[in-house]
C-alpha cells in the first residue's frame, strides 16, 4: 500500500484488501534510500521517533545511528541489535 493511502483513513476505505484499523504507525520501505526519504519529514513533522533502519542478514546484529542522534537514543538504537530482533527469521 502506498504511504499517502496508509496515512490516510478515508483513502484506505477504498481498498477492499484492507485491514487495518485505527492509525498506521510502521511503514516499512524496501531499502535504507527510500526509507529516508519519507522517514525524516514525518519525524519532524509527527513530533514522534523513527526506528531503523533494521538491517537484515548480516552475519552479527548491527544498527545504525543518525549523525543527529542524541544520548537519549543510543538504548533505542541498541536493544533491537542486542536482542537480535532485528534479523531475518
Not at 519519507?38 to 509527527?46: F, M, N, R, S, V
Amino acid at each position: 500500500m502506498l504511504a499517502d493511502i496508509a496515512l490516510n483513513a478515508a483513502m484506505r476505505r477504498h481498498y477492499r484488501f484492507n485491514r487495518s484499523t485505527g492509525r498506521t504507525n510502521i511503514l516499512i520501505m524496501p531499502d535504507l534510500h527510500s526509507g529516508n526519504i519519507p522517514a525524516k519529514p514525518l519525524e519532524a513533522l509527527g513530533g514522534r521517533s523513527v526506528l531503523g533502519p533494521f538491517p537484515a542478514g548480516m552475519a552479527r546484529p548491527m544498527q545504525f545511528g543518525a549523525m543527529t542522534s542524541v544520548v537519549s537514543d543510543l538504548p533505542t538504537l541498541a536493544v533491537p541489535a542486542a536482542t537480535g530482533t532485528c534479523d531475518e527469521p
